[in-house]
């Protein structure tokens, strides 16, 4: 199936708190837009490709354990084919890989992180990913707060290939780094915004503000704009 090859660069910082320059890394996902794409490749992907990075002799070239991606710029997209592996996979049955490509194919940001970076065990982010796509693709909704949830009973539930989009307005990245020069819309004595938190990280890079990778909307809306 369609897919892009993406060449990316940027730096780490190590569990010492060394700062890790890494260049010419690459990785395949699912056909996106390059501006989602980039979204879910330094969230998703990065940290992933840069562990498994190799020479040309076949050695890891990163050996330095990743506390944090600090930056990463996407260097090269390139249209190729590959054969994806959550493609006519139950999503009961799918690894955290897997997990990250539907997430990235449908756009369900509603599917955690990779575990080093989220903490969810891999049936907890089953669940989730199960849960966000019959919501957003089958549109058939599912209380997992309902006393009678039972994730093992569940039917099996196998995902096509197609990408899903979505029918809401998407911003461009110049309509989000522009939001950072706009005032926050004030409601009921609350600072509200449309901004999502990719939005918001968007912002903080470009003005260079430092925040912890697992930082909440709230806060970093706050460090940002006050309140």
């Given amino acids: 199936m369609k897919a892009l090859k993406v060449i990316i660069s940027g730096s780490y910082k190590t569990a010492q708190n060394d700062i890790v320059d890494f260049e010419d890394v690459s990785g395949v996902i699912p056909f ?17 490709w840069v562990k498994a990075a190799l020479d040309k002799n076949g050695n890891k070239i990163y050996t330095d354990r990743i506390e944090k991606i600090r930056q990463v ?42 575990k080093f970076a989220s903490g969810f065990s891999l049936r907890e982010a089953r669940v989730r990913a199960y849960i966000a796509y019959s919501e957003k693709v ?44 706009k005032p926050a819309i004030i409601v009921g004595g609350k600072e509200k915004s449309d901004l999502t938190l990719e939005s918001l990280k968007a912002i903080a ?23």
């Fill in 32 to 48: 996106v837009n390059e501006g989602h794409a980039f979204m879910h490749i330094k969230s998703r992907y990065a940290a992933d």
């Fill in 73 to 114: 710029f996407a260097d090269d997209f390139k249209e190729v084919d590959h054969d994806f592996s959550y493609v006519g996979q139950d999503i009961k049955k799918m690894t955290y890989d897997e997990l990250q490509d539907l997430a990235t194919a449908k756009d369900l940001r509603y599917i955690p992180l990779p």
């Fill in 138 to 181: 089958m549109n058939n909704f599912i209380n997992e707060n309902d006393d009678n949830f039972n994730f093992s009973e569940l039917d099996s539930l196998v995902v096509d290939g197609e990408v899903r989009k979505e029918l809401s307005k998407k911003m461009t990245n110049e309509e989000i780094l522009n939001q950072a020069e």
């Fill in 205 to 227: 890079d470009k003005k260079n503000i430092k925040y912890h990778w697992n930082i909440g909307f709230d806060k970093l809306y706050a460090m940002l704009y006050g309140g």
